[in-house]
C-alpha cells in the first residue's frame, strides 16, 4: 500500500509536525497533508500492526488535525480520520437490502468431505483439475460494505441475508475500515465488500475483566462481544471496544461507462490482493493458492494445529473456487454457493452433567456459583468446573441440578455453559437455590439494585479475607510466587498469615517446621516476597483489590501520583477527570483512600519496606523545565489535562495548585477565566498558550 520512499517521506513530514506543533498553515494543503499522515499511522497500527510512532504521538497529530477544522470548517472532508468519531446516540437502524444475498456456507469436518466437494467441483466444471484459494473462517460478526465513488457509503449487518440493519454509524468507528478508498483508479464506481467483525482475544479478555470487576456476567464469547457491540447505540462506546475486521469477499462492483472490468477481480485471491492495496485488512499472510485438493486439506490440518496462535479466534477454513467465472458457473444451491465450502476444526463443545452448585465468595463479598459437571474433555483439557457468575444466568437460562448440558470453551476464553438441553431432562432434575446467606461467615447477603451479584457484606468474613490476600499476591498483581492458595489458605488456618502486611512478617521459624517447607522452598519464598518490595506502583494499587480498579485503571491512576498516599487528598471529581475513570470508579477508589484501616494498612506496607512511589514519574526523562512551576487553566486543544501535567513531570518541573508568586508559568487554554485574571495582576507570572508550552517541552 505505501511504497519505500513514501514510507520515508511520511514519517519526515510526521517528524516535522511533531516538532511543529500547534504552528501550522492553516490552508488546504496542509490539512490534505496532515490527514495524510495520519491515514498513514493508522494503517501502520490498525492494518499492519507495526506503528511507527506511539499512541501519544498520534493522539497529538489528530487533535491538531481537529483543531484545524475546528478553525475552518468549510475544509471538512467526509472521509477525514475524524469524522469517525461519533457524537449522539444512534436511533435506530433502519433495515437495508443488500445488493447480493449473503449466503452462507456449507460445512464440511474431514478429509473425505473435501474430496467429495472437489469431485463435484470438477464434474460441473468439466476440468481435470480446479485451483482453490484457502483462508481462515473468521468466528465473528458478518458484514456488508459498499463504496460508491471512493467513499464509504454504509455497512449492514447479515440479518436474514436479503436484508440486514445498517449500522453505518457503528462501522465508521472500525479503524481497520477505510472511510474511503481509490476505487476508481481500477474504474469501479460501486463495489460491495464482505468481511467478519472481531474483537481479538486479548480485548476481549480486558473487556470481560471490567464487566466482571463490575458485578456483571462476562460475554460468552469474542463472537458474541463483536455481533453484540455492532449493535449498540452508542458509536462512542463501540469506537471503545476496538471491534477489528478481515474483509474475505467482493461480491458485486459496477464499473464507470466503458471502463472494462478490473483484471484483479477476475479471480478471489487478487480481488483480495486489490483490496489489501487499498488499505483494507484481509487475511494477507493466511489465505494462499493451490492446485487440486491436496494441497487445500493439507493447508486446512496444518492450520488447525496452529489456531490459538491466533490473536483472534477462527473455527475453521474456507476454501473457495478462485476462478470468479467458474464461481459463476457453478451456481449455488437454495442455501450455499457451489464454488465454496467450510472446513469446520474439532468442536469444543461437549455435553455432560451439572451435578451440584457451589457458592464462593469473593475477595469484595461477591456470590459466584460454580457448577461443578461431570468431567468433560473439550480440547485437550478435561473440565469439571464453571462458573455461571451470578443469580441472573442461572434463572435465564433455567439451568437445573441433573440437567446435561451443553459446555464450551473457545480458545482462551474461560468454559461456560451454552445452555441445557432441555429435551433430555427425566423430571428428576432440582431447582438450583441460590443462598440468603454468606456460605462462609453465614451473614445476611445483600444485593445493591443496580448490581447483578449478591453480596456478603462483612469485610471480615473469613473468605473474603483470604481472597484479598490470594489476589494481592496472584500473578499480575505483587506476583510473588511460592505463594500459592493452598499455601495461603494453609498459613491462614495455622495463624501465620492474616492480613495483606502479615506477608512481610511471615514466621519464617514457624514455616520451616511445616512438612514440605525446606530450607530450599523457604529461600525461594522469601526472596519472592522481597523482590515484590519493589514493584511497580500500579500492580501495588491493582494488587489492594479496590472495586472497579482492574488492570487497566491501576495503570491510569499510577500515572497521576508520585505517592500512593497522595490519593488521600482527591476528591470524587478529581479522580473522575481522570481517562475512563467514571462515577462509580471513582467513588469507589474515594472510598477506599478515605478509610483508616486501608490508610493504616498502606503506611504498614510502607514501614515493611514496600515502594509506594511512583518510581518512573521520579525519574525524570530530561529536565529542561527543571526548577519551574506550572499551572494549567481552561480547555487545552492538543493536551488531556493529564498528559500535559505529567509532561511536566516527566520534564522536570513541578504542577501546583493555585496561582500565587511560586507560580513560574500559567498555560492558558480557551474559556481560561479567574485563575487567568488572578495571573495578570500579580505580574511576575509568565502567561503562555498551550502551543509555547509544547515548545518549551520539545527544547
Ligand atoms: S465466504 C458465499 N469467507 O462464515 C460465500 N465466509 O456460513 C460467503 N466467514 O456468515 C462467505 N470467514 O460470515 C467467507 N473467510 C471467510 C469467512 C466467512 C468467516 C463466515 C461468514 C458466513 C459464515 C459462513
Known amino acids: 500500500m505505501y511504497a519505500t520512499s513514501q514510507i520515508k517521506e511520511l514519517q519526515q513530514i510526521t517528524t516535522q509536525y511533531l516538532k511543529h506543533l500547534g504552528k501550522y498553515e492553516t490552508d488546504k494543503l496542509a490539512i490534505q497533508k496532515l490527514i495524510a499522515i495520519i491515514r498513514f499511522h493508522e494503517?501502520?497500527?490498525?492494518?499492519?500492526?507495526?506503528?511507527?510512532?506511539?499512541?501519544?504521538?498520534?493522539?497529538?497529530?489528530?487533535?491538531?488535525?481537529?483543531?484545524?477544522?475546528?478553525?475552518?470548517?468549510?475544509?471538512?472532508?467526509?472521509?477525514?480520520?475524524?469524522?469517525?468519531?461519533?457524537g449522539s446516540l444512534t436511533k435506530d437502524f433502519p433495515s437495508q437490502?443488500?445488493?447480493?444475498?449473503?449466503?452462507?456456507?456449507?460445512?464440511?469436518?474431514?478429509?473425505?468431505?473435501?474430496?467429495?466437494?472437489?469431485?463435484?467441483?470438477?464434474?460441473?466444471?468439466g476440468k481435470k483439475e480446479v485451483v482453490y484459494c484457502v483462508e481462515p473462517k473468521f468466528d465473528?460478526?458478518?458484514?456488508?460494505?459498499?463504496?460508491?465513488?471512493?467513499?464509504?457509503?454504509?455497512?449492514?449487518?447479515?440479518?436474514?441475508?436479503?436484508?440486514?440493519?445498517?449500522?453505518?454509524?457503528?462501522?465508521r468507528q472500525i479503524r481497520s475500515i477505510p472511510l474511503s478508498a481509490n476505487f476508481s483508479a481500477k474504474g469501479i464506481e460501486m463495489i460491495e465488500i464482505r468481511g467478519e467483525v472481531l474483537i481479538n482475544k486479548n480485548n476481549f479478555k480486558n473487556y470481560n475483566e471490567q464487566l466482571m470487576e463490575q458485578g456483571f456476567a462476562p460475554l460468552a464469547n469474542p463472537r458474541n462481544a463483536a455481533s453484540g457491540t455492532l449493535r449498540i447505540k452508542d458509536p462512542s462506546e463501540v469506537r471503545r471496544r476496538n471491534l477489528e475486521v478481515f474483509l474475505y469477499n467482493v461480491s458485486y462492483f459496477t464499473t464507470t461507462e466503458g471502463a472494462p472490468e478490473p483484471e484483479e477481480l477476475l479471480h478471489h485471491s487478487s480481488s483480495l490482493d486489490l483490496l489489501y492495496a487499498n488499505g483494507f485488512r484481509i487475511p494477507i499472510n493466511e489465505k494462499k493458492v493451490f492446485s487440486g485438493i491436496k494441497g487445500v486439506i493439507d493447508y486446512c490440518i496444518e492450520f488447525e494445529k496452529t489456531r490459538d496462535e491466533l490473536p483472534y479466534?477462527?473455527?475453521?477454513?474456507?476454501?473457495?473456487?478462485?476462478?470468479?467465472?467458474?464461481?459463476?458457473t457453478l451456481g449455488m444451491t437454495a442455501h450455499h454457493p457451489r464454488w465454496a465450502i467450510a472446513f469446520k476444526f474439532k468442536a469444543r463443545q461437549a455435553t455432560s452433567k451439572l451435578l451440584k452448585v457451589e457458592f464462593q465468595v469473593g475477595r469484595?463479598?461477591?456470590?459466584?456459583?460454580?457448577?461443578?459437571?461431570?468431567?468433560?474433555?473439550?480440547?485437550?483439557?478435561?473440565?469439571?468446573?464453571?462458573?455461571?457468575?451470578?443469580a441472573d444466568v442461572i434463572r435465564e437460562k433455567d439451568l437445573r441440578i441433573g440437567d446435561t448440558v451443553l459446555v464450551e470453551r473457545a480458545g482462551d476464553v474461560i468454559p461456560y455453559i451454552v445452555k441445557p438441553l432441555t429435551e433430555l431432562r427425566t423430571g428428576e432434575e432440582q431447582p438450583i437455590i441460590f443462598p440468603t446467606h454468606c456460605p462462609v461467615c453465614k451473614d445476611e447477603l445483600y444485593k445493591p439494585e443496580e448490581e447483578a451479584a449478591w453480596r456478603c457484606t462483612n469485610i471480615n468474613c473469613e473468605a473474603q479475607v483470604l481472597e484479598r490476600i490470594i489476589h494481592f499476591v496472584s500473578k499480575n498483581?505483587?506476583?510473588?510466587?511460592?505463594?500459592?492458595?493452598?499455601?495461603?489458605?494453609?498459613?491462614?488456618?495455622?495463624?501465620?498469615?492474616?492480613?495483606?502486611?502479615?506477608?512481610?512478617?511471615?514466621?519464617?521459624?514457624?514455616?520451616?517446621?511445616?512438612?514440605?517447607?525446606?530450607?530450599?522452598?523457604?529461600?525461594?519464598?522469601?526472596?519472592?516476597?522481597?523482590?515484590?518490595?519493589?514493584?511497580?506502583?500500579?500492580?501495588?494499587?491493582?494488587?489492594l483489590g479496590i472495586r472497579h480498579v482492574g488492570e487497566t485503571t491501576a495503570k491510569v491512576?499510577?500515572?497521576?501520583?508520585?505517592?500512593?498516599?497522595?490519593?488521600?487528598?482527591?476528591?470524587?471529581?478529581?479522580?473522575?477527570?481522570?481517562?475512563?475513570?467514571?462515577?462509580?470508579?471513582?467513588?469507589?477508589?474515594?472510598q477506599f483512600f478515605d478509610n483508616k484501616d486501608n490508610i493504616q494498612m498502606l503506611k504498614e506496607l510502607e514501614d515493611l519496606g514496600l515502594s509506594l512511589q511512583n518510581e518512573k514519574k521520579t525519574h525524570v526523562t530530561d529536565g529542561n523545565l527543571q526548577g519551574l512551576?506550572?499551572?494549567?487553566?481552561?480547555?487545552?486543544?492538543?493536551?488531556?489535562?493529564?498528559?500535559?501535567?505529567?509532561?511536566?513531570?516527566?520534564?522536570?518541573?513541578?504542577?501546583?495548585?493555585?496561582?500565587?508568586?511560586?507560580?513560574?508559568?500559567?498555560?492558558?487554554?480557551?474559556?481560561?477565566?479567574?485563575?487567568?485574571?488572578?495571573?495578570?495582576?500579580?505580574?511576575?507570572?509568565?502567561?503562555?498558550?498551550?502551543?509555547?508550552?509544547?515548545?518549551?517541552?520539545?527544547?
Open 313 to 328: 479466534e477462527i473455527d475453521g477454513m474456507v476454501i473457495k473456487v478462485n476462478d470468479v467465472e467458474l464461481q459463476d
Open 629 to 699: 512551576t506550572f499551572l494549567f487553566t481552561g480547555t487545552l486543544s492538543n493536551l488531556k489535562r493529564s498528559e500535559a501535567e505529567s509532561l511536566v513531570e516527566q520534564h522536570g518541573g513541578k504542577i501546583v495548585s493555585g496561582v500565587s508568586s511560586k507560580l513560574s508559568y500559567l498555560v492558558a487554554g480557551e474559556e481560561a477565566g479567574s485563575k487567568l485574571e488572578k495571573a495578570k495582576k500579580t505580574g511576575s507570572v509568565k502567561i503562555i498558550s498551550e502551543s509555547d508550552f509544547l515548545r518549551m517541552v520539545k527544547k
Open 43 to 86: 494503517y501502520r497500527y490498525y492494518l499492519i500492526s507495526d506503528p511507527l510512532i506511539t499512541d501519544y504521538e498520534f493522539d497529538l497529530l489528530f487533535k491538531a488535525l481537529q483543531q484545524l477544522e475546528k478553525e475552518n470548517p468549510g475544509l471538512i472532508i467526509p472521509d477525514s480520520p475524524t469524522q469517525r468519531v461519533a
Open 557 to 590: 491512576l499510577a500515572h497521576e501520583v508520585n505517592h500512593l498516599l497522595d490519593f488521600k487528598e482527591f476528591t470524587i471529581e478529581k479522580l473522575q477527570a481522570f481517562e475512563d475513570i467514571g462515577p462509580k470508579v471513582a467513588s469507589s477508589i474515594f
Open 477 to 543: 498483581a505483587m506476583d510473588i510466587r511460592g505463594l500459592g492458595d493452598a499455601n495461603i489458605r494453609k498459613f491462614y488456618a495455622l495463624g501465620l498469615l492474616q492480613t495483606i502486611p502479615s506477608i512481610y512478617r511471615l514466621n519464617y521459624e514457624k514455616l520451616s517446621v511445616l512438612e514440605g517447607f525446606g530450607t530450599k522452598s523457604i529461600d525461594k519464598l522469601k526472596s519472592a516476597i522481597e523482590i515484590s518490595k519493589s514493584q511497580p506502583l500500579n500492580r501495588l494499587i491493582f494488587a
Open 140 to 171: 465473528g460478526a458478518s458484514i456488508s460494505l459498499v463504496y460508491e465513488n471512493d467513499l464509504l457509503v454504509r455497512g449492514i449487518t447479515r440479518g436474514n441475508g436479503i436484508t440486514g440493519d445498517n449500522i453505518t454509524p457503528n462501522i
Open 364 to 390: 469484595t463479598g461477591s456470590i459466584t456459583p460454580v457448577a461443578k459437571i461431570e468431567p468433560a474433555p473439550i480440547g485437550g483439557i478435561t473440565i469439571t468446573s464453571v462458573s455461571l457468575f451470578n
Open 97 to 125: 437490502q443488500h445488493l447480493v444475498p449473503m449466503l452462507s456456507l456449507d460445512n464440511s469436518y474431514n478429509a473425505d468431505a473435501l474430496l467429495d466437494f472437489d469431485r463435484k467441483a470438477r464434474e460441473l466444471a
